[in-house]
């Protein structure tokens, strides 16, 4: 008898079952939803992902629900095996259960021992994902060879993005019971944040694919010209949206990248567009995944830059509507409604507010996992505490990712119809972002004079006058809702 794999919540996928007759363990552990608040609709997707994925293995799956892990494993007879789990805590747990098989990690396209020998290589100065991603990109022969055969298609130059939908997700019985079974939790007391809507992500590995297909053929051409651009008429824009797809493990990102490879070649996608895709699979994705588990311990800490302050009442609670800042209200709104922003309203709004006011790095870390449906701890480590916070000590980044309200006009249309005006660094109509990028700077310029990139900015706020003033105006605002 095969043992019985023990599907975590992120191994959802085909990928991670070596047949289609080894029997499946699946675990609704009710006290990792009790543990941490999660976002309403984030904890809707876990569980219909889990019981959606159940039903499709029939009497092949045991579903448990319980408590805890260790609950569940002890209702089971004969060997268990677990792919290698995403998180530290699952990590050190499955290790500890008397006879659980740990099996080596899937749903990467890197080996952890491959990358360990290339960052030990690199370690001549900090690990850099450009680097990485060139490395992947030889070792996995991607994007590599000649080009389209025919005339490639080129992207459009409109204003906005005008293509199909994507395929609706449509609710069915599994859905309607855990949206009554979420109920009667928070009737038990368990508290989620942001609000409840109909699932607008896919929880099967066929809505997965569906997306992906129309992703490819719709909104990859236009994906090089669109990915940083933020508007407030079209969340989507030309984002897949399929994050949570691939940390579910609904999906092989092997399988799209090969696809973002193919549309490439068949002339239906301009490279530019492709290639930015393909590196936030196989470069972004795979480098914070890896950096996850090869630096030990993690970096938690507050970091090289001053970030002591709490997260404030209005930041935790998604109010969007105590917001006046067009972009910050825009993007929080989506946090709260659907539990999603694309990666420039997550560094250039929500992270960028939080550098610029010295909050706490594994504060912020710990929102953007539980608000987010994609949250996962291995992302938020190198991508929240590093990059957008600068708090690894330059580990992930080459600078803090803090800009001003000018920049936040130039790549959206936040800042029509906006009170605050991006030009105004004081006074009531001041940009709090340009301000705030100010302010910033003086609170940190004996450490930021060495970046060769702000050298400029930080030469041309010498004011001792204007300083003062900014840091007077900034430390006013605290953490009142700008």
Same mark, same amino acid.
């Given at each position: 008898?095969?043992?019985?794999?023990?599907?975590?919540?992120?191994?959802?996928?085909?990928?991670?079952?070596?047949?289609?007759?080894?029997?499946?363990?699946?675990?609704?552990?009710?006290?990792?939803?009790?543990?941490?608040?999660?976002?309403?609709?984030?904890?809707?997707?876990?569980?219909?992902?889990?019981?959606?994925?159940?039903?499709?293995?029939?009497?092949?799956?045991?579903?448990?629900?319980?408590?805890?892990?260790?609950?569940?494993? =002890?209702?089971?007879? $004969? *060997?268990?095996?677990?792919?290698? !789990?995403? #998180?530290? &805590? /699952? @990590? +050190?747990?499955?290790?500890?259960?008397?006879?659980?098989?740990?099996?080596?990690?899937?749903?990467?396209?890197?080996?952890?021992?491959?990358?360990?020998?290339?960052?030990?290589?690199?370690?001549?100065?900090?690990?850099?994902?450009?680097?990485?991603?060139?490395?992947?990109?030889?070792?996995? =022969?991607?994007?590599? $060879? *000649?080009?389209?055969?025919?005339? !490639?298609? #080129?992207? &459009? /130059? @409109? +204003?906005?993005?005008?293509?199909?939908?994507?395929?609706?997700?449509?609710?069915?019985?599994?859905?309607?019971?855990?949206?009554?079974?979420?109920?009667?939790?928070?009737?038990?007391?368990?508290?989620?944040?942001?609000?409840?809507?109909?699932?607008?992500?896919?929880?099967?590995?066929?809505? =997965?694919?569906?997306?992906?297909?129309?992703?490819?053929?719709?909104?990859?051409?236009?994906?090089?010209?669109?990915?940083?651009?933020?508007?407030?008429?079209?969340?989507?824009?030309?984002?897949?949206?399929?994050?949570?797809?691939?940390?579910?493990?609904?999906?092989?990102?092997?399988?799209?990248?090969?696809?973002?490879?193919?549309?490439?070649?068949?002339?239906?996608?301009?490279?530019?567009?492709?290639?930015?895709?393909?590196?936030?699979?196989?470069?972004?994705?795979?480098?914070?995944?890896?950096?996850?588990?090869?630096?030990?311990?993690?970096?938690?800490?507050?970091?090289?830059?001053?970030?002591?302050?709490?997260?404030?009442?209005?930041?935790?609670?998604?109010?969007?509507?105590?917001?006046?800042?067009?972009?910050?209200?825009?993007?929080?709104?989506?946090?709260?409604?659907?539990?999603?922003?694309?990666?420039?309203?997550?560094?250039?709004?929500?992270?960028?507010?939080?550098?610029?006011?010295?909050?706490?790095?594994?504060?912020?870390?710990?929102?953007?996992?539980?608000?987010?449906?994609?949250?996962?701890?291995?992302?938020?480590?190198?991508?929240?505490?590093?990059?957008?916070?600068?708090?690894?000590?330059?580990?992930?980044?080459?600078?803090?990712?803090?800009?001003?309200?000018?920049?936040?006009?130039?790549?959206?249309?936040?800042?029509?119809?906006?009170?605050?005006?991006?030009?105004?660094?004081?006074?009531?109509?001041?940009?709090?972002?340009?301000?705030?990028?100010?302010?910033?700077?003086?609170?940190?310029?004996?450490?930021?004079?060495?970046?060769?990139?702000?050298?400029?900015?930080?030469?041309?706020?010498?004011?001792?006058?204007?300083?003062?003033?900014?840091?007077?105006?900034?430390?006013?605002?605290?953490?009142?809702?700008?």
């Amino acid at each position: 008898m095969s043992p019985r794999r023990w599907l975590l919540a992120d191994q959802l996928g085909p990928h991670f079952l070596d047949d289609d007759q080894q029997p499946v363990l699946l675990v609704e552990a009710t006290e990792l939803f009790r543990h941490r608040r999660l976002h309403r609709q984030k904890a809707h997707l876990i569980l219909s992902a889990l019981r959606h994925r159940a039903a499709e293995l029939g009497d092949r799956a045991l579903l448990v629900r319980t408590g805890t892990f260790r609950e569940a494993l =002890a209702t089971v007879d $004969g *060997p268990v095996e677990v792919c290698h !789990p995403t #998180t530290r &805590t /699952t @990590a +050190r747990f499955a290790r500890s259960v008397p006879g659980l098989t740990v099996l080596p990690p899937r749903g990467f396209l890197t080996d952890r021992a491959d990358f360990a020998g290339w960052a030990d290589r690199a370690r001549r100065g900090p690990l850099r994902m450009a680097d990485f991603y060139r490395h992947a990109k030889r070792r996995h =022969a991607v994007l590599t $060879g *000649p080009g389209p055969t025919g005339r !490639p298609r #080129t992207a &459009t /130059t @409109a +204003r906005t993005l005008d293509v199909p939908p994507p395929p609706p997700i449509v609710e069915d019985e599994i859905d309607a019971g855990v949206r009554a079974d979420l109920d009667r939790w928070e009737r038990d007391g368990v508290r989620f944040t942001g609000r409840d809507a109909p699932r607008a992500y896919p929880a099967t590995h066929a809505e =997965a694919e569906e997306r992906l297909t129309h992703f490819v053929r719709y909104r990859l051409p236009e994906f090089g010209r669109y990915r940083d651009v933020m508007s407030a008429g079209d969340p989507l824009l030309a984002h897949s949206v399929l994050s949570s797809s691939f940390n579910l493990g609904l999906l092989d990102p092997e399988v799209a990248v090969r696809r973002a490879e193919a549309a490439w070649r068949d002339g239906d996608a301009p490279l530019g567009s492709v290639e930015a895709f393909v590196r936030g699979l196989l470069g972004w994705r795979e480098f914070l995944w890896q950096l996850y588990w090869y630096f030990e311990p993690p970096f938690r800490g507050a970091g090289w830059l001053a970030a002591t302050g709490s997260l404030p009442e209005w930041f935790v609670e998604l109010d969007a509507d105590a917001v006046e800042a067009r972009c910050l209200s825009d993007v929080l709104a989506g946090v709260r409604d659907r539990a999603w922003a694309h990666h420039a309203q997550r560094l250039l709004v929500l992270g960028n507010y939080a550098l610029q006011r010295g909050w706490r790095p594994a504060e912020l870390a710990d929102w953007f996992t539980r608000n987010f449906v994609d949250g996962a701890d291995w992302v938020m480590n190198a991508t929240v505490i590093g990059m957008s916070q600068y708090a690894d000590l330059a580990r992930v980044d080459t600078r803090p990712y803090a800009v001003d309200g000018r920049y936040v006009d130039e790549i959206s249309d936040y800042c029509t119809g906006c009170r605050y005006q991006p030009d105004r660094t004081l006074g009531d109509l001041a940009c709090p972002y340009t301000g705030g990028f100010d302010a910033f700077l003086h609170r940190n310029r004996e450490k930021l004079v060495a970046d060769p990139r702000l050298a400029a900015e930080l030469t041309s706020r010498d004011d001792p006058e204007q300083r003062d003033a900014v840091l007077a105006q900034e430390e006013k605002r605290g953490s009142t809702a700008p």
